[in-house]
T-cell receptor, first 111, second 113 residues
């Protein structure tokens, strides 16, 4: 079936360090891979997305890489700041285009 | 305007009662999703509406759950004969089209006592 695995479940870094979150997906037909940030008590918000015809995309301190052959994609946050602390979710589109989410990564950035 | 609106924001109900959760998507968005998020957990897909196509109901956990989307806009998620394990935050999202940014509402926190 359609499945997205996400690692790690928790990640603690020092302010200024980089953070990397990795996801793998099962459906080879997936072609859209968004990343969401969820702060306490709020709905998830899109921070970056990538499509299957692109291998890498960058937006300031955030970048996403996609390896279609291996069916995995990663989120990279550089120069982390305390306000980056949140839960991050990856997602992949599946057949019928519904979005399937990973289980989330709780990122804590310590000053 | 503007964002995805969900109501109520909180709902406490007794076991066995039916509940209706409402989602007002962003105007013009053709795609609408419902997800369930248990405490500290990920987003569990429930149902997906895309335009006039038949909805993808493959995530509904039991026949006590149903959803409709009237006129391609407002959606209602109905849970019949609620059980304690139904307690969770129910999130609605909408997007302009398939495989585009999905905007989430704040969610409805459902507590079954």
């Amino acid at each position: 079936g359609e499945n997205v695995e996400q690692h790690p479940s928790t990640l603690s870094v020092q302010e200024g360090d980089s953070a990397v979150i990795k996801c793998t997906y099962s459906d080879s037909a997936s072609n859209y891979f968004p990343w969401y940030k969820q702060e306490l008590g709020k709905g998830p918000q899109l921070i970056i997305d990538i499509r299957s015809n692109v291998g890498e995309k960058k937006d300031q301190r955030i970048a996403v890489t996609l390896n279609k052959t291996a069916k995995h994609f990663s989120l990279h946050i550089t120069e982390t700041q305390p306000e980056d602390s949140a839960v991050y979710f990856c997602a992949a589109s599946a057949r019928s285009d519904k979005l399937i989410f990973g289980t989330g990564t709780r990122l804590q950035v310590f000053p | 305007g503007a964002g995805v609106s969900q109501s109520p924001s909180n709902k406490v109900t007794e076991k066995g009662k039916d509940v209706e959760l409402r989602c007002d998507p962003i105007s013009g968005h053709t795609a609408l999703y419902w997800y369930r998020q248990s405490l500290g957990q990920g987003l569990e897909f429930l149902i997906y509406f895309q335009g006039n196509s038949a909805p993808d109901k493959s995530g509904l956990p039991s026949d006590r759950f149903s959803a409709e989307r009237t006129g391609g806009s407002v959606s209602t998620l109905t849970i019949q004969r609620t059980q304690q394990e139904d307690s969770a935050v129910y999130l609605c999202a909408s997007s302009w089209d398939r495989n585009t940014e999905a905007f989430f509402g704040q969610g409805t926190r459902l507590t079954v006592v």
